[in-house]
């Protein structure tokens, strides 16, 4: 039996890679029942998928180490600066966004100087401002089941 120590990846490599592909199986629980749209249908350079967060806020446990991913790119992405990932992910990009931002977001990205290198963008928010630039097909409602203690009244039971 191995040890948590001859588990863990040993060099950074490994540790971004153990990172991605667990990251890449979060993404793909959250939204992997997203059929991806045409190019022609959404007249975006890329395929796009956005998980709408239903109850949870931001702040909720689950999203604990999720929540600020993406963050470090939204200053690129309205700057117009290289962004080198081909398939940039945004945990709640409205925490980190104005309100004329988040209505911009999408327009920046499909306008960004990378966009033609941009494979897939998937975006987990809450905002009806960012997820009003999205065609229905290509939004997936993210419910769990403790989502009845989220409803905004004090009675969480």
């Known amino acids: 039996m191995k040890t948590m120590l001859q588990c863990r990846p040993k060099t950074k490599k490994q540790r971004e ?14 939204l992997g029942k997203i059929k991806p749209l045409s190019l022609e249908v959404t007249k975006l350079p ?6 709408c967060v239903k109850m949870a806020a931001p702040r909720h446990e689950r999203f604990d180490l999720l929540r600020d991913i993406g963050s470090e790119l939204i200053n690129s992405v309205f700057e117009n600066k290289e962004i080198k990932k081909v398939n ?3 945990f709640f990009p409205e925490r980190h966004l104005s309100v004329v931002e988040q209505q911009a977001f999408i327009s920046a990205l499909k306008n960004h100087r990378n966009s033609k290198d941009f494979l897939n ?3 987990i928010t809450s905002s009806p401002l960012i997820i009003g630039n999205f065609q229905r097909e290509s939004i997936l409602i993210l419910q ?9 009244t004090t009675n969480n039971n």
């Open 121 to 123: 963008i998937d975006i």
């Open 144 to 152: 769990w089941n403790d989502d009845h203690k989220h409803n905004g």
């Open 88 to 90: 940039p992910i945004f």
């Open 46 to 51: 890329f395929f796009i998928r956005c998980g």
């Open 17 to 30: 890679l153990k990172m991605f592909e667990s990251l890449n199986s979060i993404m793909e629980s959250y």
